[in-house]
Each structure stands twice: as structure tokens, then as C-alpha cells.
């Protein structure tokens, strides 16, 4: 087998037990990413000299006996965290040139545990899309069918993760941007309990939704990297002061007697033929494997998304105000005065989804329609996390498609941005109301991967990992890869 | 008093920013430090560096605390915080963090005492959570702007009044009033120069006996009590000969300028108007528990109003003396220490408020950089009240003390001082006094008792001013009889 088809769990014994160095693990990977990512350009940063000195120190510390408990695996991560000087641009024009001069607590948990960082990867600007395609540094190709997006806005990691290119790799999550890619290029991704993972050095986009997570190939492998990102941080007042349980522990356990909820709200929604099948095929599997299934009821989940379209474009207009040419970023040329230096900067540093956001949020702010924006979606905000706080008194888990559909291909969705939108219906619930949800694979049709998702209750993600993981135990949907030329 | 016609009243509410006295910033670790070097006291996340977070420096929640039951005040649990949006190059976020909704004090009032020796109470709105901005410097760069974000996210608390003040004298004894809870409670060191606190002025004027209110101006950097009160002065006849001219006032932002005593417009690009304020989804509501609140409040220092009663009970000084006194916490203290050394409170502060604040007023010192210490000062006045010199002999080693710096006795020992107390030594100079004026003693004598104080006067200069005068008055009135 080659190292490259090892899952992390795999790659971690392979490394204790001596039979390949991180350096040889590492070196293959760099060539696989010189290899095939010039064509996929999911990296807007490769770390080569870092990445193998690190595999280096990982090395030494196998030999010495002293290895950290992810020593010597190589991830990415995307480049929305801030890692210590080495660029961080966020996918934006505005901060092409950004070097952090500190590192995220995401990025510096993951290292403290011996991680090697191969790279930083390519995502839509700020995090504002669906399918990579908002990138200043370029889209993002499917590795299953390149005509194909890899959707996001973790596109880079999801492609990287799905073509091998890197064991697994960071992500973040606003409205879906871990779980859409999740399902979209046949991984599992996690969006953990809102303050669960610090934000910390992840550059804002919807403080109040955001969340990192992982994209990795396997919920095993999922869990294995969670617990090493996750924790309270002292630096985020969010941070929920919760121990980390063992994510590992339970997935072996079986889920008999789990209950597992249907919202009738989602599947009432027409559904593609192909979505519903592997959907419904994916609760005949958890029926074997003696979970009960009921239906239950979200009464206020379709307002969800344009609650999400209130709030988050409202935070953002905020959040990126400091992108001012000031003190760091793009600048715009020979400024006449500061009025000029910030329009032009902010015209010129800045793509057409980012603007779009900004005025959609400023507007929502603005005197006079705070009430009836920003005020009554924060009242419906709460409808909506209300609606999961009853139905999670009779059920332990809710399951529904990730995603409307499979992926689509590029450019089909980019000048109907209500569209777009449409493709985080299912997934934006869970950040509304601060709750965990993994996607995983269950299905593919014409070639292109299908993706389920499980909402938990708050600092459920164990339960998360084990029904995933039970799941994964008795399908083989997860291990196929995309063959990547 | 205020000059403007009497048929217009003027209608003020002031906004005071305090700048707490933390070691560290209301959102990041950097220090709070005066005078460094332009942004060596900023730190990433005043920057407003992609990624970073605000964490609350809990410290200023017990300032907080404290000033809202000294202004009378509730205070809020939950209290949240929200953003206020603006463009603006010493602002690096692009928003202020700030407190809208549910401010940590809220609804509260102070008495203030006016001149007159009336009280008048003053509502107080809120007193809200934020942080300052950076500076621009404009003189030192040709062309271009420097920034200093040194002071970015020092922690202030926004003190709002209610409308409740009809005049620039109200508006400086309230602000005075402030400043004096602030003092006490060591939460700032309220100094209006260095811009630790800055005063903001609503002011609109109405014809008396008008329910409703004037259009309002809001007068900024206002440095100083003087000119608080000079900018107000001048801002409400501005308005009225406005109004009067047939003119309509402008809902604007001010600028006073102190050199020309005038204040004028800020243009309007110097100001937002939506600052579409938002709750601040970086940092939770904060709770504030019963018992930090209670632990809080043990804390309390005496304050200006209790140690003024106190004064008038202990001491028996006058109200007014004593509200004087208690209005600055060092002055109170120094009180307290020189009446301790002196055992006289009434003599202790009729020299503070004479003496003593006339030399601290001619070298511009504040009191607690005085060059007589309180217990020297104690020493001084307990020589008074022994009789070893007299008050006015006192006045003179009160110079010489506060030139010198030398001790009160080492003073008297050296000049020679001590009163004359010696009955023999008055009785012979007495007797001088009167041989040496006949003609005075001839019209004393047909009945103009007026003399009697000319004779005092005489013996007195005989002696240098060291004879004991109530022995001189004695003798005198002994002699003449004769």
C-alpha cells in the first residue's frame, strides 16, 4: 500500500512502529502536491523547507522515544489561521501579503502534538462561498471530476484531503464551509459545538458562527484530530471552559438503542432522486445497526436561511472594516487623502461576494432597519436553536442530506448567488443554533461523492464520531478515493 | 454669574470620559502607561491584527462597580457590550467597542452644591464600558498622518448626565463633583490636561418657561473646568443671538477652541452619524454575582459627601469649610494630619485655605507637592495655640518655612521669635509707649476710646510683634485707668 492511501490513524502506527519516517511521509506528500496540485490548486502556500524540518524534529523524537501524540503526520491547514510568519491570506487580494507574526491556538495545539504543516490552503475569500470559486488565488478543482467544484468555503482543504495531497487538513465552518466540501469531495468533516475549537488567530468572518474543524478521510481520523485542536482558550472569551473528553473512546461501542430524528422539514423539500435513496439507504444502515428512527419536527427551521443571511453578512460588514490599508494588507496605490485610501483599497483589495456581504451587513445595521433586519433575525435566531433543544428531549441525533445535490460544475452557480446560498440549507441550522455536525460519505452518483449529515447535541461530538464511525465500520463509502492524474 | 439674558434658559447635559486607571488595556495585556514611544504600547490585539480577540480586563468591572453606588447608581447584570462602527485611521478595528443596550451603571444622580450654598440634584443617564482610540499626528509628517496606537483600547467609562444643568457654573460643579468621586475612589487620576478625563457639552438654549427643548450642539475638547465653563458660556450666546437673529440652530458637533474662546463647527467628515451599533459577538454578556458586587462594595472608601459631615460633626467646622475641604481627597487628608499634629481643627483650616492655598495657587503646586509638610504645618499652628508666637509673627515663619524648608521651632529659635509672655518686660514698654505720647493719651483720656488700639498698636511694634497682645490689652487697660 502507499503511504499516501494509509489513513492517519494507519500513518501514526506506521510511524511508532518504524516501518516509514515522517520525513519519507512527509517527502511523498510534497512530491504528490508538486505533482498534482498545480492543476487542483488547493494550496496557496506550500511550507516545503519548514514542513521537512519539522518531519525532521518528528524523527528525532521517534528515535528518542519522546513522540508527540500526532508526531510526525502531515496536515494542512487552511489559510484562514494565522500561522507565524508564514502567509495568511484569508483567499483575499487584501491580505496577499499578510505575514502573521503569531500563530493561531489551533495552529499552535496541532504543532505542540508534533504535526508537520505542509501548507496553508486555498478557500473562498473570508470564507464567503460554496464553492471556491470566490478565491483571489484562483478556484479550487474537484480531485473526482474537474469540471466539478469541490464546494466550500474549505475547498482547498477538501481537495487536498480527497486527492491525497495531505493526511488531513484544518477548516473552518460559518454556514457549512467544512461539511458542504465534506460531502461534496467524499470526506468527513466535522463542525464542532460552537467554542469548542478557539477563534483565535482564525480570521473572522461571522464571529458569532464560526467554528473550526477538520476534514479528514475517516471519522477515526476525524477524532484523532479534534481533540488534538480543541480546548479552552483563555484568549477567546467564546471558548467554552469544558474538559475535551476522549473523542476516541466510544467509537467502538455499539449504537443500539441511539435515537436518531428526521426532520420532516428537510425532507419535504424536493429532493434529487439520487439524494434521496443514499439518504434513506444511509437510515437503512443505522437500522441495522439497531438505532431507532422517528420523525420529528423543526418548526422554524426554514427561516434558518435568511436568518444566516441577516447575521452573518451583519458581523462581517463589522469584521472587515479593519481591512483598511492602514497598518497591514493591500494598500491602493498613491492615496490622496484617507477617504481615498480607504475606498480604493476596499474597491480594489476586496472581490464581488466579499463586497456584496459588507452592503448586505451594513444595511441590515443601518439606522432604521436594525429592528426589522438584525433584530428580528436574532429573535429567529433563537426560534431555530429552540426547535433543537426540544427535539433533542427525544432523540440523540438528527440526520439529513449535507447537501441539496452533488457538486456542480464550475461557473453554473457563480452569477446566482441566491443559489448558491441554497447549497448550505441543510447545514446552516446547526451553526444558528451553535451545535455540532459531522458529514460523512454515503452514496455517489455519476462519479461525484454524496455526503449525510448527523447534528448533535451541545459537546456531543463524541456521540458524533461513534455513529459515524459505526456507520463507516459496515459501509466502505468513505474509503473510496478519487483517483487523482 | 452668567451674564446671558434672562429670558432664555439653557439646558445642558454633559458627557464625561474617564480613562481608568488599569496597568492593562480594557481588551488586550498591553500597558496603559503615559508618554512612551509611539506604539511600543501596542500590542496585536490592538492592532486589530486579523484573528485576534478581545478578553476583558476584569479590573475595570469593580471600577465600574464602585462609581455607579457613588453616582446613586443601579448596575446591570447582565451587562453586554456592543460595536459602534466608524472609519477612522486611529480607531484600527473600524468599530469601538463600547456598551449600548445594557450599560454597567445605569439610572443614577448626584447632588452638586452651588455657590450659593444651595444643593441641586443631577441625573445621570449611564455610565458605560469602552475603549479609547489611538492618535493622529498631524504636525509631524509632511503630507501624511502618523498614527499612535498607544492609547488604543485604554479602558474609559462614559459618564452621561441628564439634561438637568441650566448653567456653565452647574455644569463645572457638577464635572468638579466627578472628578472628586473619581479621586476618591482611585479609579483615575482625572487629570483633564493629559486627557485621562474629557468632558463633551449638550447644550441647547428656550425661552423660560418652555416645555420644549432647543435644538442641541455638542461642544468637544474641552480640557479644562475654566474652559468648560467659557465654552459653554459661549455656545449659549451663541445660540441666542442666533435664534434672536432670526437664525436656526444646526444638531452638530462643536469644536472649542481655547486660545480664541470660540467654538466652531467640526467638519462633517471628522464624524459619523449611523454608527450601526451592534451587540459584540467576541465577548459574552458579563454577570456580575451578588457576592463580587458586595466584596466590591466593601472596598468603598469614605466618600466626599461623608467626610464632609463628618468634618461638621468631629471637628465642628462650617459646612461650607468642610464641603472645601472634602472636595479633594488629598486636601481632606492633609486636614486630618495637620489638626492630628495641631490638636486645632478650626485654626488648621483657616491655614490651609489661607496661607497654605495661596503659596500652592502662586507656584501652581497641588497639594500633595506642598513645601510644608502637614505635620510642619501642624508644628506651626500648635506654637499659635501655646502662645509661644503670635498669629501674625506665625505668618512670617510661614514664609520662611515654605522658602527654607526649615523646622517651625529651629525658625522661631534662630529669629528670636518667642512671644514676649514676660508681664514685667510688657509693663516697661507699656510705660515707654505712654510717656512717649502725651498728646494721644490726653484725647484718650477726655473719652475717645477709639486710642485704645493705637496704644495696642505702638506696644506691639515696640516689641516686634512678640508681645503676647491679650497681656498687652491687659496692661494697657490697667495703666490708662491710672
Redesign the interface.
Known amino acids: 500500500m502507499k503511504l499516501h492511501e494509509l489513513s492517519l490513524k494507519e500513518q501514526l502506527t506506521g510511524l511508532k512502529e518504524g516501518s516509514f519516517s515522517s520525513t519519507e511521509l512527509t517527502q511523498h506528500y510534497l512530491d504528490r502536491i508538486s505533482n498534482f496540485d498545480k492543476d487542483l490548486n488547493s494550496f496557496i502556500t506550500v511550507t516545503e523547507d519548514s514542513a521537512l524540518n519539522q518531519a525532521k524534529e518528528s524523527d528525532k523524537r521517534y528515535k528518542s522515544n519522546k513522540a508527540l501524540p500526532l508526531d510526525g503526520i502531515p496536515i494542512a491547514h487552511k489559510d484562514i489561521f494565522c500561522t507565524e510568519d508564514i502567509l495568511t491570506t484569508c483567499g483575499s487580494k487584501m491580505l496577499s501579503n499578510f505575514k502573521a507574526p503569531y500563530s493561531s491556538t489551533v495552529v499552535s495545539n496541532l504543532s505542540s502534538d508534533g504535526v508537520v504543516v505542509l501548507g496553508k490552503t486555498n478557500m473562498d475569500e473570508f470564507a464567503m462561498g460554496s464553492s471556491n470559486e470566490t478565491s483571489f488565488f484562483g478556484p479550487v478543482k474537484n480531485p473526482w471530476n474537474k469540471e466539478y467544484v469541490p464546494g466550500g468555503s474549505s475547498g482547498g482543504s477538501a481537495a487536498c484531503v480527497s486527492a491525497q495531497l495531505a493526511s488531513a487538513a484544518t477548516a473552518t465552518d460559518t454556514g457549512g464551509s467544512i461539511r458542504q466540501p465534506a460531502a461534496l469531495c467524499g470526506l468527513t468533516g466535522i463542525k464542532p459545538t460552537y467554542g469548542r475549537v478557539s477563534r483565535y488567530g482564525m480570521i473572522a468572518f461571522a464571529s458569532s458562527l464560526d467554528q473550526g474543524g477538520v476534514l479528514a478521510r475517516s471519522a477515526e481520523d476525524s477524532a484523532i484530530l479534534l481533540e488534538s485542536m480543541s480546548g479552552y482558550d483563555p484568549k477567546d472569551s467564546t471558548s467554552l471552559n469544558e474538559d475535551v473528553p476522549n473523542f476516541l473512546e466510544n467509537l467502538d461501542s455499539p449504537i443500539k438503542g441511539m435515537k436518531i430524528g428526521m426532520p420532516k422539514e428537510f425532507f419535504e423539500r424536493d429532493l434529487p432522486n439520487h439524494v434521496e435513496s443514499s439518504t434513506k439507504e444511509a437510515i437503512e444502515t443505522y437500522k441495522d445497526l439497531g438505532a431507532e428512527i422517528c420523525e420529528i419536527s423543526l418548526p422554524n427551521v426554514d427561516l434558518s436561511l435568511p436568518v444566516y443571511y441577516i447575521i452573518a453578512p451583519a458581523e462581517c460588514s463589522a469584521n472587515l472594516s479593519r481591512y483598511d490599508g492602514v497598518r497591514y494588507g493591500y494598500r491602493c496605490e498613491n492615496p490622496k487623502d484617507i477617504e481615498d485610501l480607504y475606498m480604493r483599497t476596499r474597491k480594489e483589495g476586496f472581490g464581488a461576494e466579499v463586497k456584496r456581504r459588507i452592503l448586505i451587513g451594513t444595511y441590515a445595521l443601518s439606522a432604521g432597519y436594525y429592528d426589522a433586519y438584525y433584530l428580528k433575525a436574532q429573535k429567529c435566531r433563537r426560534l431555530v436553536a429552540n426547535d433543537f433543544t426540544e427535539a433533542f428531549k427525544s432523540v440523540d441525533l438528527i440526520l439529513s442530506p449535507t447537501t441539496p445535490d452533488t457538486s456542480f460544475k464550475a461557473g453554473e452557480k457563480s452569477d446566482d448567488p441566491i443559489e448558491m446560498y441554497l447549497q448550505d440549507i441543510f447545514t446552516i441550522p446547526a451553526n444558528l443554533a451553535g451545535l455540532p455536525g459531522i458529514s460523512f460519505p454515503c452514496g455517489n452518483h455519476e462519479g461525484l461523492p454524496l455526503g449525510v449529515q448527523l447534528v448533535g447535541d451541545s459537546l456531543k461530538e463524541a456521540q458524533l464520531f461513534q455513529a459515524a464511525h459505526q456507520f463507516q465500520k459496515v459501509t466502505d463509502w468513505h474509503k473510496k478515493l478519487p483517483e487523482v492524474k | 454669574m452668567t451674564v446671558f439674558n434672562e429670558s432664555w434658559e439653557a439646558v445642558i447635559g454633559l458627557e464625561i470620559h474617564v480613562q481608568l486607571a488599569t496597568n492593562s488595556k480594557l481588551f488586550s495585556g498591553a500597558s496603559t502607561n503615559f508618554g512612551a514611544l509611539p506604539n511600543t504600547q501596542a500590542c496585536?490585539i490592538d492592532?486589530?491584527?486579523?484573528?485576534?480577540?478581545?478578553?476583558?480586563n476584569e479590573e475595570v468591572l469593580k471600577m465600574a462597580v464602585k462609581l455607579g453606588k457613588a453616582l446613586n447608581a443601579n448596575i446591570n447584570s447582565p451587562t453586554s457590550f456592543a460595536?459602534k462602527?466608524y472609519?477612522y485611521?486611529d480607531s484600527?478595528?473600524?468599530?469601538q467597542i463600547s456598551q449600548m443596550d445594557k450599560p454597567i451603571v445605569e439610572d443614577g444622580f448626584l447632588d452638586i452644591e452651588l455657590e450659593d450654598g444651595t444643593s441641586k440634584r443631577i441625573g445621570v443617564t449611564r455610565a458605560h464600558l469602552e475603549e479609547d482610540a489611538g492618535k493622529s499626528l498631524h504636525e509631524d509628517f509632511e503630507g501624511q498622518?502618523g498614527?499612535d496606537l498607544n492609547r488604543a483600547g485604554t479602558p474609559l467609562i462614559e459618564i452621561v448626565s441628564e439634561p438637568d444643568i441650566n448653567s456653565p457654573e452647574e455644569a463645572v460643579a457638577y464635572l468638579k463633583s466627578i472628578h472628586s468621586i473619581i479621586r476618591y475612589l482611585e479609579i483615575s487620576d482625572g487629570n483633564m490636561a493629559e486627557g485621562s478625563m474629557r468632558c463633551d457639552a449638550n447644550v441647547s438654549v428656550r425661552k423660560i418657561g418652555s416645555d420644549e427643548l432647543g435644538t442641541r450642539t455638542e461642544t468637544k475638547n474641552v480640557n479644562s473646568f475654566r474652559f468648560v465653563e467659557k465654552a459653554i458660556l459661549y455656545e449659549i450666546e451663541r445660540q441666542i443671538s442666533e435664534i434672536e437673529s432670526g437664525n436656526t440652530i444646526t444638531q452638530e458637533t462643536r469644536l472649542y477652541d481655547s486660545q480664541a474662546n470660540t467654538t466652531r463647527p467640526m467638519r462633517t467628515?471628522e464624524y459619523a452619524?449611523?454608527y450601526?451599533?451592534?451587540p459584540e459577538?467576541?465577548?459574552?454578556p458579563v454577570v456580575l454575582e451578588d457576592k463580587f458586587i458586595k466584596e466590591t462594595l466593601e472596598q468603598m472608601p469614605e466618600m466626599p459627601n461623608e467626610k464632609k459631615l463628618r468634618f461638621v460633626n468631629e471637628y465642628e467646622l462650617s459646612e461650607y469649610d468642610s464641603s472645601l475641604l472634602a472636595a479633594d481627597k488629598d486636601l481632606a487628608n492633609f486636614f486630618e494630619e495637620v489638626t492630628d499634629e495641631s490638636k486645632s481643627a478650626k485654626l488648621s483650616a483657616n491655614w490651609i485655605m489661607g496661607e497654605l492655598s495661596a503659596e500652592l495657587n502662586k507656584d501652581n503646586l497641588h497639594i500633595l507637592n506642598s513645601k510644608i509638610s502637614a505635620k510642619q504645618l501642624g508644628q506651626l499652628i500648635k506654637r499659635i495655640e501655646d502662645s509661644t508666637i503670635s498669629g501674625k509673627i506665625a505668618k512670617d515663619v510661614f514664609e520662611k518655612m515654605w522658602s527654607s524648608g526649615d523646622e517651625v521651632d529651629a525658625i522661631i529659635e534662630k529669629e528670636g521669635l518667642q512671644q514676649v509672655t514676660d508681664l514685667s518686660e510688657i509693663e516697661s514698654m507699656v510705660d515707654r509707649v505712654i510717656n512717649e505720647n502725651p498728646d494721644q493719651l490726653k484725647q484718650y483720656l477726655s473719652g475717645k476710646d477709639r486710642l485704645f488700639g493705637f496704644f495696642v498698636g505702638q506696644v506691639m511694634k515696640e516689641s516686634q510683634g512678640k508681645a503676647n497682645p491679650a497681656q498687652v490689652n491687659e496692661i494697657l487697660k490697667e495703666k490708662l485707668k491710672e
Not at chain 2, 492592532?47 to 476583558?56: N, R, T
Not at chain 2, 484600527?92 to 468599530?95: A, D, E, H, I, V
Not at chain 2, 459577538?281 to 459574552?284: A, E, G, I, M, V
Open positions: 496585536n492592532l486589530a491584527l486579523p484573528g485576534v480577540l478581545p478578553v476583558l460595536r462602527n472609519f485611521p484600527p478595528k473600524g468599530y498622518s498614527i467628515k452619524n449611523d450601526r451599533y451592534f459577538p467576541d465577548l459574552l
